[in-house]
């Protein structure tokens, strides 16, 4: 999505089609693995089992892309991107309070919490040429990558990507 990642990332929700979303419940991200129980690779079908059916799809976005937001027109939730009707990309939102890890990471921590939990990263620049760029830091996966979104300081996303992929949105 390139130019379009800060926005997406930040609020997504404003690109989506009115709907009142039903996304899960905030929950547990589990690093290389899945974002509240979707994971890389599954079906449109399994994600919508998982999550539900009402959700927004984005009008502007290079690949099909659902927002599932906790309340109708309001940014925080989780999103979905598909690539060959197969989960390629799952993040969450415009940081959606209750998010953590299993070794106790929570959105909003500073940004330094990250490296000390989860070890050395790689860093990805995301949103240049955005009044407000933020970063990823990585963390390669054999079945998925990981991604921990940074924007002013702070852990603002947790997300998963296919491998090798850019984990900006």
């Known amino acids: 999505m390139g130019a379009r990642a800060l926005g997406a990332l930040l609020a997504g929700a404003l690109l989506a089609a009115p709907a009142a979303a039903a996304p899960p419940r905030p929950g547990t ?6 974002l509240g129980g979707v994971e890389i690779g599954m079906t449109k079908a399994q994600v919508t089992r998982r999550w ?6 984005c009008r ?11 309340r109708p027109f309001e940014p925080q939730g989780v ?3 598909f690539e060959r ?3 390629a990309h799952v993040f969450t939102v415009w940081r959606p309070n ?6 106790g990471l929570t959105l909003g921590a500073p940004a330094s919490e990250i490296s000390k939990t989860y070890g050395p990263l790689d860093r990805r620049e995301c949103g240049r040429g955005m009044p407000r760029p933020y970063y990823a ?3 390669p996966g054999l079945r998925a990558q990981t991604a921990f979104y940074v924007f002013r300081d702070r852990l603002w996303g947790f997300g998963l990507t296919v491998p090798d992929a850019s984990p900006c949105l």
């Open 29 to 34: 991200f589990a690093p290389e693995a899945h």
């Open 60 to 70: 502007d976005c290079d690949r099909t892309t659902w927002y599932f937001n906790y």
């Open 137 to 139: 830091l990585v963390r």
């Open 98 to 103: 209750g998010w953590r890890t299993a070794r």
């Open 85 to 87: 009707d197969r989960v």
């Open 79 to 81: 999103g979905v991107v």
């Open 52 to 57: 539900g059916k009402r959700h927004g799809v």
